[in-house]
Antibody, heavy 121, light 111 residues
Framework: QVQLQESGPGLVKPSETLSLTCSVS?????????WGWIRQAPGKGLEWIGH???????YYNPSLKSRVTISIETSKNQFSLKMTSVAAADMAVYYC??????????????WGQGILVTVSS | QSVLTQPPSVSGAPGQRVTISCTGS?????????VNWYQQLPGAAPKLLIY???IRPSGVPDRFSGSKSATSGSLAISGLQPEDEADYFC???????????FGGGTKLTVL
């Protein structure tokens, strides 16, 4: 059963860059699955950030695309998220997840436990 | 504002049946894209409950069922149990967004 675990700083200063890593265990990241990031602001709903496949093909939420980069490191079985110029609105629990399905049929399973990122000086 | 609309809350007594709606539009559910459902227990990550409109992953009780029609999806929970108290999110693919999109979530209270 594949497991995902987020890691990275829990505190980021406004205008700086948020960097998170998702470690995948019990399965290879070099498969036909995509691997994605989703966030949840405190008390709010879920927001898809983007996803990537081992070949490096990425898809991003248009509202975040200008600030977000998702990359993959197959040798470490990890993928990462970088978000530039963070603001208070970016404070959220960030989840990584495996993306299943294909084309317009996509769902997320399983999810990592999530990591809370606070934006504050 | 979420692209998919869910009621903020629903409630029911143990043993009862409740339904949670997920209303979309012609750019997502109405375009033929599937509806998926997630359960988020307090303090936990979301967990896949239903995918492909009505398919339960292994281990999900058959008390949970999903359906889809026109531009909306629906999650039904029968035989409510106290441990079902959680937030439930629907998700589909939005052709305008060119990506997955979620509902705002529904808090289920078991009275």
């Amino acid at each position: 059963q594949v497991q995902l675990q987020e890691s990275g700083p829990g505190l980021v200063k406004p205008s700086e860059t948020l960097s998170l890593t998702c470690s995948v265990s019990d399965d290879s990241i070099k498969t036909t699955y995509y691997w994605g990031w989703i966030r949840q602001a405190p008390g709010k709903g879920l927001e898809w950030i983007g996803h990537i496949i081992y070949s490096g093909t990425t898809y991003y939420n248009p509202s975040l695309k200008s600030r977000v980069t998702i990359s993959i490191e197959t040798s470490k079985n990890q993928f990462s998220l970088k978000m530039t110029s963070v603001a208070a609105a970016d404070m959220a629990v960030y989840y990584c997840a495996r993306v299943r399905g294909s084309g317009n049929i996509r769902w997320f399973d399983p999810w990592g436990q999530g990591i809370l990122v606070t934006v504050s000086s | 504002q979420s692209v998919l609309t869910q009621p903020p809350s629903v409630s029911g007594a143990p043993g009862q049946r409740v339904t949670i709606s997920c209303t979309g539009s012609s750019s997502n559910i109405g375009a033929g894209n599937d509806v998926n459902w997630y359960q988020q227990l307090p303090g936990a990550a979301p967990k896949l409950l239903i995918y492909g409109n009505n398919i339960r992953p292994s281990g999900v009780p058959d008390r949970f069922s999903g359906s889809k029609s026109a531009t909306s999806g629906s999650l039904a929970i029968s035989g409510l149990q106290p441990e079902d108290e959680a937030d439930y999110f629907c998700q589909s693919y939005d052709n305008s967004l060119s990506g997955p999109t979620f509902g705002g979530g529904t808090k289920l209270t078991v009275l």
